[in-house]
């Protein structure tokens, strides 16, 4: 019945600190390759919902309970990530508090949004480039047609 | 590399019917168990956008070339489907002509949307109803917490 044919599934979640001014979000330095900067998240388990995965991998990455607003979007463009096929599931959360780094978390960034850190990994930039119109100006994002 | 400890991801398809009367949506009865209607859709081949997916698996079930709208919500309770746990990008698109049951569609349904067919398989009667919510009255799905 396990089909390794199919994309395995993640979440990431744009966490933001809705307790500071312009409500920044959060970014993790990856400890392990591809190094870089991205977005909190990882492998949705086998018998977990998707929002469940996503406050689990907000708890075990950078140790906040997040509030989660709403799905964002799906991103699932074959080549998003280069080590295999993987979709994800983005979600919108409010947190308070200081995350901390913790579990594949090796550093820990709290970004203004016009002023991310460099490089960022995997498809971030675009989810994060698509997170900013939504939030700026309500726009949704377009879908993807690879 | 592969991880049969993820639930596979799969889409189904809300097709309106757009050039006819209060855009009925296109229900299929399923050839295989589970029995009853289901919206058309079907796994997410490695490889494969889920746009793609929704795209062609509307070709393969109900024979329509689909205008992908948006991405509505994405279902991942670890029950929704009994035979192994799952999660579904559930895709609105809009379609012209004639649909035609093909592939593991046994028989069509051109259903408005006050007047569905039963029973509905896994957990497109609650898909269906967060449809309704959002098409009438602009209200998207609430986040599962199982």
């Avoid at 469940?52 to 709403?70: G, K, M, N, Q």
């Avoid at 960034?109 to 698509?130: K, Q, T």
Wanted: proline share 10%; hydrophobic share 40%.
């Amino acid at each position: 019945m396990t089909d390794p044919r199919n994309p395995a599934p993640t979440v990431d979640i744009i966490v933001e600190l809705v307790d500071r001014r312009d409500r920044p979000i959060v970014l993790v330095e990856r400890r392990f390759p591809p190094h870089g900067w991205a977005l909190p998240g990882g492998f949705v388990d086998y018998g977990e919902a998707v929002e469940t995965a996503a406050r689990r991998e907000s708890r075990e990455e950078i140790c906040l309970d997040v509030d989660l607003i709403e799905q964002f979007q799906v991103y699932s463009d074959p080549q998003r990530d280069a080590r295999k096929h993987t979709l994800s599931v983005v979600f919108l959360a409010a947190a308070t508090g200081t995350p901390r780094a913790a579990d594949d978390a090796k550093a820990i960034a709290i970004c203004p949004v016009w002023e991310l850190p460099r490089p960022l990994c995997f498809d971030h930039a675009r989810i994060l480039h698509d997170y900013r119109r939504y939030r700026d100006y309500g726009i949704r994002p377009h879908l993807s047609f690879p």
